[in-house]
């Protein structure tokens, strides 16, 4: 029986991707079980394993065929180098993969950027890596999904935003047309900001050090900081800088734009009523 499985190629790929296909099925059951009951993220571990059963199962049928593999190459010489051209898309997917494995810059489930593309890596197989896209502007997910072809990998820039998963530098700008002079309500709202922050400041300062030990630089934060300027067209512009956790950093946005909203108010009914007292 053993030896009839042998000379039939073609049953015995069959045995041996049906075996794969069961065992990977096995390892996925198993790594969601295990994340349940001890509640640990074993994702990477889980897709390693699937990725060496699937060269595992390239080997061994590339094995099965050899024979045949060798007589077709032999027959289609003389077409290798257009069967080449033609499939340089996915050589290049394939040659990326193999990149991706040996450098590691990223991992699945790390937060990234790629020729102007950004999202959290779900997946990477051999010819693509799967992006959820992330808003950069609010830190959240979109309901879109990238798909990125390995090869482009290898010759662009990778970023990896990882530590952006959990505390972000958050600047955003606030612009007012009115000319009065805004600076009277700096202290008062530096002080806000810092209550703002005080809930997670001990966290944020921990964490600040971890990045700028793993970076081996120093990086803006864990304090606010505020900058008075002015627009190409003479606006009052406060640029604003947080370093503060992702999901509370629109929250604080709209607290920190109201109050600043407020104390401008105020300090423009002050120079009203100055104008007015002179008038008079």
Not at 87 to 97: A, C, D
Request: charged content about 25%; some cysteine; aromatic content about 12%.
């Amino acid at each position: 029986m053993q030896a009839e499985l042998l000379n039939h190629p073609v049953l015995l790929s069959v045995v041996i991707i049906v075996c794969a296909y069961l065992l990977k099925l096995l390892i996925g059951k198993i790594g969601r079980r295990r994340r349940v009951k001890k509640a640990t993220d074993n994702k990477h571990l889980t897709h390693s394993l699937r990725h060496f059963i699937n060269l595992l199962m390239v080997m061994m049928l590339l094995v099965v065929w050899s024979t045949e593999i060798q007589n077709f190459a032999l027959s289609v010489a003389a077409f290798a180098v257009a069967i080449v051209l033609a499939m340089r898309e996915f050589i290049q997917s394939i040659i990326g993969f193999f990149y991706l494995v040996t450098t590691r810059p990223f991992k699945v489930g790390d937060w990234i950027q790629v020729d102007g593309m950004h999202g959290e890596v779900s997946e990477i197989d051999w010819v693509k890596t799967t992006l959820l896209d992330i808003d950069l502007k609010t830190y959240r997910m979109s309901r879109r999904v990238t798909y990125i072809p390995n090869g482009r990998l290898v010759v662009n820039p990778i970023k990896n935003l990882n530590f952006v998963k959990r505390y972000v530098t958050h600047d955003f700008e606030i612009v007012r047309r009115e000319s009065i002079n805004g600076f009277p309500i700096y202290d008062e709202l530096y002080k806000r900001c810092l209550q703002y922050c005080e809930e997670f400041y001990d966290v944020a300062v921990r964490y600040n050090a971890i990045i700028e030990r793993k970076l081996d630089a120093s990086i803006f934060g864990p304090e606010p900081e505020i900058r008075f300027s002015t627009t190409d067209i003479g606006d009052f512009k406060a640029n604003i800088k947080l370093f503060c956790p992702t999901e509370l950093a629109i929250e604080l946005e709209h607290k920190i734009t109201s109050d600043f909203m407020q104390l401008w108010d105020e300090e423009l009914d002050k120079k009203q009523l100055k104008y007015n007292d002179y008038k008079s």
